[in-house]
C-alpha cells in the first residue's frame, strides 16, 4: 500500500521554482471561488509518519493561500469541556462551513491509530472506530463537504534518518518529543495498522493520497496539485453536493518516477547458480506442502504479468516440484456464460483451495483492475470499488488461513519485443502470440498506471504483491519459488506463536 | 424498532382470499420477466423471532411463485467441505445466478446474532460481523442484485404463546428443537442485538422489512406485496444495475393498523391524582439530577408532537422542578444562516449538554424526518438516510453516558380542532395558532405516516421513543416526567453494575 511512496519521489528545485506560481495562483483562485460560492466546506485529514513533513506542509499550504478562509486545527489532549462530552464533538465544533477550509491534524485516524499501536485495544475495537470513521466521512460527503485525506508517508530507514537529521539541527531539535522517538520503535506497528486503515477507509467519496515526504518539493507541489484538482472539479461540478472526482489513482506520479520503473531489470541468475538454485527451493516447496503445519492452511499463487514476461514458465517450474493431486492450476480467460450470469468475484471463489491445497490462478481476480480497467470493458465507478472489494475478499481468505501470494512478473518494452518476435520466428511457439498482444504493447504506458494502482492500492500487510524482475527468466522463476516458500514459511511460524 | 410489529396485525379471511389470486399471477409474471431479462438475481435474506413464521411463508412463496426459478437455501452446519474454505465460501456458492431467485434461511445473519445471543463474543466482533455484512451487501448490489431483507417479529407474549401452540398440536410439535426453547430464554438478547443489527444494516440499497409474524394472512400478504412492488420498480427500471426502490418505509400498513392508532387516547387523569403524582414525579427528577451519579451522565429530552400536543406545557412542568443552572431548554426553530451552513446535525451537536446537565430540546433533529420530509425541504435520499445518520449520533451521545429521552406527545384530529379553535379565542393564546398550524392540519395522514415511520425506524434500545397519549394534558404531563426519572434510574442502576 505504501510501495509507491517508497521510491525517492523528487522534484528539483528548478522545475519546483517554475511551477509553483501558477499554482499558488491558482490555488488562490480556487479558495476565492469556493467562498463565492459557499456551497460545500473542505475538509482536509493530514496523517502519516512522523517526521515526513506534515507540518511542514500545512504551514506552507497556509502561505500559499489566504489563511483567512484555512482553520488549521489540531486535536491532542482533549479539554474539560471536551471531556464532558461524546468524543465527537470536538470535531463537530471545528467543522469549517460552507466556503471555508479546514485543516485537521490529530484526527479521528491519529486516535485511533495512537490507541491501536500502543496497544490500548485490539483489532476488533480498531475496526469499530473505522467504521465510525466511514460513517461519519459518508454522512459528511452526503452533505456536500469536500474531503481530502493524505497520508505522508516515510520509508523506515527514511524516517530513521530524518528523525537524527532533525535532532542534530539546533533549530529543529525542539520538535521531537518523546512520542517520536517511541513511534520510532514502534514504526512497523504503526505502518501495519496504518495500512489497515488505509484499506478500510479510501472510499470513493473521500479517497487517500498517500504522499511520500522525503523531498519538500515533492510532497509540496503533489498535495498542492491534489487539492487543486480536487477544488476546481468540485466548483464546477452542478447540484447541491459537489461530485467527488478527486479519485485520482494513488500512484500518479508529478516526477515521471514509478514503483515499476524503479525495478532493477539487469537482475540475472547463471545458468550453474539457476539449477542449483531451482532444485533447492523446488524441494523446499515440496516440503512445505507436505509439512503437517501445511493442514492448517492452503497457498493460492496468482500470476499477473506482462505478455511474454513468462508466467507459463514460471508456473510449470512451480508445479514441477509437487504431487499434482495437491495443486490445481487455474487458467483465467474470459467468463463464461454461467459466469457472467454471477458477480465477477464468483468464479475466484468457486476455485478456493481447501485446506491443504494449493491453488495457481494464471491470471486472477485483477483482470477487473488491469484489462477491463483498461479496455473499457467495465466502468470507471466498476473498478475503482473493485479494489475494495479485492482486499476484503483477500482478507477473508487470509482470515481462513489462506496464504496468497501475488507476484507481478515485469518485462521491459525491448525484451517483450525481442520475445514476441521470437515467438513468431518458432513453429511451436507462433500459437502464443496474436494480435491482441501487439494492440496490448501498444497500450503499454496505460497498463503500466494500471499496474502501480493495483500495486499501490492492494499490495497489503495480508497479501503483498510481489514484483518480480523479468527479464532474465531464470532470475524470475527462482525469485517465485523463493517468495512461495518464505510466505509459507512465515505462515506456518506465526501459526506456532 | 419493532414497535409497529407488536400491534396486533391482521387481515381477514375474506380480504385475504379476494386479494391473493391477483397477488399471485402478478408475481408469477414478475418471476417470468425476470427470467426474461436475466439482468438481475433476487437474493431474499429471511430472519427474525422463532415461531414468527419464516418456514411457512417461504413455503408459501414457493408455492405462489415457479419454484423452479427459486433456490431455497439453509445454512445449518457447514459440511466438511465449508469448513475447510472461508466462512463465506458456502454463501458464494449459492448464490442464484441473474434472473433467478434464492431464498436464504440461516445467512450471515444468523451466524452472527447466534453467536452474539450465546455469548461468543463480544459487541466489537458483532460489529466486525455487520460491517462485513454490509460490504458483502453493497458489493452485491453493486454488482446487480436486488436483495430483499425480512425480519419476523413476535413480541415476547406472543412468542410464547406460538410455541405452546405448536408443541400441543401433534402435526407441528417436532419442529420444535431444544434450540428454539432456548431462544425462547434468550429472546431478550435475540431481541436486542437484532436491533443493533437492523439499525446497522438497514441501508438504502438493501432495507430491513419489519413483518409481524402473528397472523399469518397479514404476514403472507405484506411479504407478498412487498416482494412484488420491489421486483416490478426493479424491471422497470434502466441501465445494468436495477434501481433499488424497495425503500418503502417499514411501517407502511397493508391492514390500517398504526402505531399511533394503537394507542388508547382515552387515558386520563382526576385534577387530584394529577397534582399529587406531578410534585412526586417532579420531586424525584430534581433529586436525581442532584445524585452524585448523575456526575457521570447527562441528560437529553426530546420532545416531539402534533401541533397544539401541550409540548410546552410539558415542557414547563419538567423545568419547575428544576435549578436553572442545571438544565438548558433549546427551541429548534427553522435554521439560522451560520446553521445553514453546516451538516444539518451541527445545531444540535453545539448544544449537547455536559456530564451532570440536562438539555430539553423543543422538537429537535427529527425535524428532518418530519417537517423536512413531508414538506420537501430536503431531498428523499436526504431524509432516507437521516434515519441511520440520527442512530449514529444518539449512539455517540448514549456510549459517552447521556441519557436520551424521546416523546411524541400524541392527540387526535379532533382534540386539536378544539384546541385550535379554543387558541383563537382566547386573547393571550392568539399568538399559538397561525396558517400553517392549519395546513399542517390538512397534512395530518402524511405526518402521521412519517411519525410512524421515525418510530420504527429510531426507537432503539439505546434511545427509545415513548409515545404519549396527550388528549389529556395532565396524564401526558405526569407520563413524560415519570419516563424521565426511570430513564435516569435504569442509567444509575446499570452504571452500579
Given at each position: ?304 504479468g506482462n505478455d511474454a514476461a ?98 507481478w512478473l515485469s518485462i521491459d518494452?525491448?525484451?517483450q ?23 496490448n504493447?501498444?497500450?503499454w504506458?496505460?497498463y ?22 523479468a ?27
Amino acid at each position: 500500500m505504501f510501495e509507491s511512496a517508497e521510491i525517492g519521489h523528487s522534484i528539483d528545485k528548478e522545475t519546483y521554482d517554475a511551477e509553483v506560481p501558477a499554482l499558488r495562483e491558482a490555488l488562490l483562485e480556487a479558495q476565492f471561488e469556493l467562498k463565492q460560492q459557499s456551497r460545500f466546506p473542505v475538509i482536509v485529514l493530514i496523517n502519516g509518519i512522523e517526521g515526513a513533513g506534515k507540518g511542514e506542509t500545512v504551514k506552507l499550504l497556509n502561505e500559499w493561500m489566504d489563511p483567512r478562509l484555512i482553520e488549521v486545527r489540531t486535536f491532542d489532549q482533549q479539554s474539560d469541556e471536551e471531556l464532558a462530552r461524546p468524543p465527537a464533538w470536538r470535531y463537530w465544533r471545528a467543522l469549517p462551513a460552507k466556503g471555508r477550509m479546514g485543516i485537521f491534524f490529530g484526527n479521528w485516524y491519529s486516535q485511533m491509530l495512537q490507541g491501536r499501536v500502543h496497544g490500548r485495544f485490539k483489532d476488533a475495537v480498531l475496526d469499530q472506530a473505522i467504521s465510525g470513521a466511514e460513517r461519519l466521512e459518508q454522512m459528511l460527503c452526503d452533505e456536500g463537504a469536500l474531503i481530502f485525506k493524505f497520508w505522508f508517508h516515510l520509508s523506515k530507514k527514511q524516517m530513521k534518518a530524518r528523525l537524527k537529521a532533525l535532532k542534530d539541527d539546533p533549530l529543529h531539535s525542539w520538535r521531537i518529543s518523546p512520542l517520536d522517538w517511541q513511534q520510532s520503535q514502534t514504526y512497523d506497528r504503526f505502518v501495519r495498522f496504518g495500512e489497515r486503515v488505509l484499506r478500510r477507509t479510501s472510499r470513493d467519496y473521500a479517497p487517500w493520497h498517500v504522499i511520500e515526504g522525503v523531498d519538500p518539493n515533492y510532497r509540496s507541489l503533489a498535495v498542492g496539485k491534489i487539492l487543486l484538482e480536487g477544488l476546481q472539479t468540485a466548483l464546477k461540478s452542478q447540484g447541491p453536493v459537489p461530485r467527488q472526482t478527486n479519485i485520482a489513482p494513488l500512484g500518479e506520479s508529478i516526477d515521471q518516477r514509478s514503483l515499476l520503473g524503479s525495478l532493477d531489470m539487469t537482475r540475472r541468475l547463471e545458468k550453474k547458480d539457476y539449477e542449483e538454485q531451482l532444485i533447492t527451493e523446488q524441494a523446499r516447496l515440496a516440503g512445505l506442502l507436505r509439512d503437517k503445519r501445511m493442514r492448517r492452511h492452503a497457498l493460492v499463487a496468482v500470476f499477473e504479468g506482462n505478455d511474454a514476461a513468462g508466467k507459463g514458465g514460471a508456473i510449470r517450474r512451480v508445479a514441477a516440484a509437487l504431487d499434482p493431486r495437491q495443486y490445481r492450476i487455474v487458467p483465467i480467460a474470459a467468463p463464461t456464460e454461467e459466469e457472467r450470469a454471477q458477480p465477477y468475484l464468483w468464479r475466484f471463489w468457486r476455485h478456493i483451495p481447501a485446506r491443504g491445497k494449493f491453488t495457481v490462478f494464471d491470471r486472477s481476480w485483477y483482470g477487473r483492475v488491469l484489462v477491463e480497467r483498461v479496455e473499457g470493458f467495465c466502468t470507471q465507478a466498476d473498478w475503482m470499488r473493485a479494489y475494495g472489494e479485492i482486499n476484503d475478499f483477500e482478507e477473508q481468505l487470509s482470515n481462513a488461513g489462506v496464504v496468497v501470494v501475488k507476484f507481478w512478473l515485469s518485462i521491459d518494452k525491448q525484451t517483450q519485443l525481442e520475445r514476441f518476435q521470437e515467438r513468431e520466428q518458432i513453429p511451436f511457439k507462433r500459437f502464443k502470440i496474436t494480435e491482441e498482444d501487439w494492440r496490448n504493447r501498444d497500450k503499454w504506458d496505460v497498463y503500466s498506471e494500471a499496474v502501480g494502482d493495483m500495486v499501490d492500492r492492494t499490495s497489503t500487510e495480508i497479501a503483498p504483491w510481489t514484483l518480480v524482475e523479468a527479464n532474465d527468466k531464470r532470475w524470475a522463476r527462482v525469485k517465485v519459488l523463493r517468495t512461495l516458500n518464505e510466505a509459507l514459511e512465515a505462515a506456518f511460524k506465526k501459526q506456532r506463536k
